[in-house]
Structure formats: C-alpha cells, structure tokens
Nanobody, 115 residues
Framework: QVQLVESGGGLVQAGGSLRLSCAASGRYAMGWFRQAPGKGREFVARISWSAGNTVYVDSVKGRFTISRDNAKNTVYLQMNSLKPEDTAVYYC????????????WGQGTQVTVSS
C-alpha cells in the first residue's frame, strides 16, 4: 500500500505562486489532478519515474511545472501566475511506471486563488 501525502496548498492572490509537494515512496509515475467545486476531477500534470517525460493540460502550460526528487520520495507542482480558475482541491496520484493508470491517491490539498 502506497501512502501519498500532499502539502503546500493555501490562499494566494491572482498572479501569485504556490508549490505543492507530495511524499510518496516507490517506483511510480506520478500525476497531479484537481477538482473545482461542482466540477469533475481534471488531469493537471504527469511525470515519469525518471522525470524524463512530463505532460501538462493546456490550461497550465507555461505556468505550472511538475518535478520530482526521487532521493526524497517527493513530487512537486510549482504553480506560477495563478488565476482564480485554478481554485480547486489538488490531488497527487501514483501509478505503475510506463502506464497512465493511477492506483493510489492522496487526500488532497486546497488551493484558493483570490481575484
């Protein structure tokens, strides 16, 4: 069983930055998802085990950066130029390397961007 623990959420003004962290042990591909009030869960970004491959949803390209430090068993989501529409609960997820399946999920961390 893999436990994922997110941290780093909070309240920030539009244009500001936040960095989310997700502690996870094991050799997994990692992803970040978000869910805004009244909406379904949305894929945000993904990073391979080796960190050689990253994928982003179009709406965050150029503003968000996913990275990982395998020595620290931690995945990060650096979020810059935040917009009110980025407000959501952000979840990290882990899945088998080389697949897009996610088997493990964190509890989520709230990100609120005020206008």
């Amino acid at each position: 069983q893999v436990q994922l623990v997110e941290s780093g959420g909070g309240l920030v003004q539009a244009g500001g930055s936040l960095r989310l962290s997700c502690a996870a042990s094991g050799r997994y591909a990692m992803g970040w998802f978000r869910q805004a009030p009244g909406k379904g869960r949305e894929f945000v970004a993904r990073i391979s085990w080796s960190a050689g491959n990253t994928v982003y949803v179009d709406s965050v390209k150029g503003r968000f950066t996913i990275s990982r430090d395998n020595a620290k068993n931690t995945v990060y989501l650096q979020m810059n130029s935040l917009k009110p529409e980025d407000t959501a609960v952000y979840y990290c997820a882990a899945g088998p390397a080389g697949t897009t399946r996610y088997d493990y999920w964190g509890q989520g961390t709230q990100v609120t961007v005020s206008s």
